[in-house]
């Protein structure tokens, strides 16, 4: 009687055994098919919007700050755009590193001589900075005979009457109201004359002047 006792408190405590065993099994976590998302271990910034750069406006119009500006002359003394209210003003943009702007002078100056005795006023201003190189302008001016009122554009009247663009020669030609009726950039071999006197003319009709005394 007492083995049949023990055989029966054995079995129950094997059968008690197995179902904890089979509750482990079945709470345990079953195993997904599809991984965790994970964060990028090098995550890429997000782009960032660069503003639209915005062309400089097209300038029509000599501006009032510029007329009234002193210009440092290539010798000595200064002179104003505003100086020569009344005239045709020829506006050549230039330096002396500049290989076209050598080659373009010779046919700039028959045009001066061609309209010395009309109301014109002929302005050669260097991009240069005059503290490094007085020396090369002044010899550049002798070396191609240029006779035109030789300045110094500063950073802002650089900019503002090339709308920007860094690109030289470039020449203006603003009538007597201060209207800048042609603007060009580059020089076009053996035409360059001949442009700058047509636009001379039809700055000339624009706005008619006296002939000089």
Known sequence: MAKVFFL?????VLALNVGWQSGRR???PRSSSVPPIQ???????EPVSKPAMVAPPVLTFLPERLRERQISALDSG??????FSGRVVVINLWASWCGPCRREVPEYEKVRKAFAERQVEFIGLTVEDPRTSSAKVKQF???VNFSFRIGWADGDMARTLTNGRSS????????AEGRIVDHWVGYGPGRGGQK????IEHALQIAPVPVRQ
């Open 8 to 12: 029966l408190i054995l079995f129950a």
């Open 26 to 28: 079945n709470t345990a």
């Open 39 to 45: 964060p990028p271990t090098n995550p890429e910034p």
């Open 78 to 83: 200064s002179f104003r755009f505003a100086d």
């Open 141 to 143: 001016v002798r070396d």
């Open 168 to 175: 030289i020669p470039q020449t203006l030609v603003v009538d």
């Open 196 to 199: 700058l006197a047509l636009a």
